[in-house]
């Protein structure tokens, strides 16, 4: 019964973690193609990565070892930072030209 628990979780998980990939897709892709505003998209975005991340963070912590979890960690950091990173790159000329 507690694999059939954690089997629905682990979906959960999954289910929480593609929606939120889709809703920085689609944000990213309104504010490109000007359908939201530059910040609003970019806010978006990051809401999204930061849902997607924390779905990430929660599912590592609970299956990785010490010493793995460690890895997984700085992963998911340099991967979070890296999309911020690229979000407001992207996001610079659109938020500076009005």
Known sequence: MA??????????????????VFISLAAFAAGFTGRLPAGISTVAALVGVSIGL??????????????????????????????SGFSLIAALPRITSE
């Open 3 to 20: 694999n059939a628990s954690a089997k629905g979780a682990d979906i959960r998980l999954a289910v929480i973690a593609g929606t939120s």
């Open 54 to 83: 924390r779905v990430a963070w929660s599912y590592a912590a609970k299956s990785a070892s010490s010493a793995s979890h460690a890895r997984t960690m700085q992963m998911i950091s340099n991967v979070g930072l890296a999309i």
